[in-house]
Every structure is written in C-alpha cells, then in structure tokens.
Nanobody
Framework: VQLVESGGGLVQPGGSLRLSCAAS????????MSWYRQAPGKERELVAA????????NYADSVKGRFTISRDNAKNTVYLQMNSLKPEDTAVYYC???????????WGQGTQVTVSS
C-alpha cells in the first residue's frame, strides 16, 4: 500500500499550488480520502475530505472558498487545489485514505508547503 503526495513547494502569499496524492495497493475507489496538515508545534488538522464516489466534500473553515478537493478514481489520485495561499497555510500536507468497510486507514509521507515572500 502506498500513498505518495507531490506538488508541494515554496509559493508567495496569494499564490496557488496543486497537491496530488497517488494511491496504489488498495481499492482506491472504495476509500474516502482526505487531506490533513501539520504546522510546526501544532497538531495535525483536517483540511478537506471527499467521499469514495466524490459526491460529498467538506472543508475546514480556514480553507473554505480557497481550497478544492477532488479525485479521479480512474487514476487512483486525489488532488487539493490551493488558491489564495496565506503564510498560515504553511505546513506539511498529508493525504489519508480510510474505509470503514475494510477497517483500514492509510497515510502518505507528506509534502511540505511553504507560503512566504
């Protein structure tokens, strides 16, 4: 099982990034997927989540209207489009897959996002 995040980097305030998380080794289309982030000295927090079929999404209040989560089950990939980035968005971003049916939770290794001028 692997979840591999990519797309992080350094961006100026107001800029955009698109994170990707490529999944392998499990039935991706049966798993809800989510993005979390963890800033230095802070607890990991939920950023956005999407159901297995993509029909329902939810977001942390801090990113509503700026971030968009999506998935492509044919490509086994979940995305996080991040616009209007702020310095407080700086964190390591992790993707997570979970399934109550399979009683399984998987985490990626994380990708660093730094928002700074």
């Amino acid at each position: 099982v692997q979840l591999v995040e990519s797309g992080g980097g350094l961006v100026q305030p107001g800029g955009s990034l698109r994170l990707s998380c490529a999944a392998s080794g499990f039935t991706f289309s049966s798993y809800a997927m989510s993005w979390y982030r963890q800033a230095p000295g802070k607890e990991r927090e939920l950023v956005a989540a999407i159901t297995s079929g993509g029909g329902k999404k939810n977001y942390a209040d801090s990113v509503k209207g700026r971030f968009t989560i999506s998935r492509d089950n044919a490509k086994n990939t979940v995305y996080l489009q991040m616009n209007s980035l702020k310095p407080e968005d700086t964190a390591v971003y992790y993707c997570k897959g979970d399934s109550d049916y399979f009683a399984a939770i998987y985490w990626g290794q994380g990708t660093q996002v730094t928002v700074s001028s």
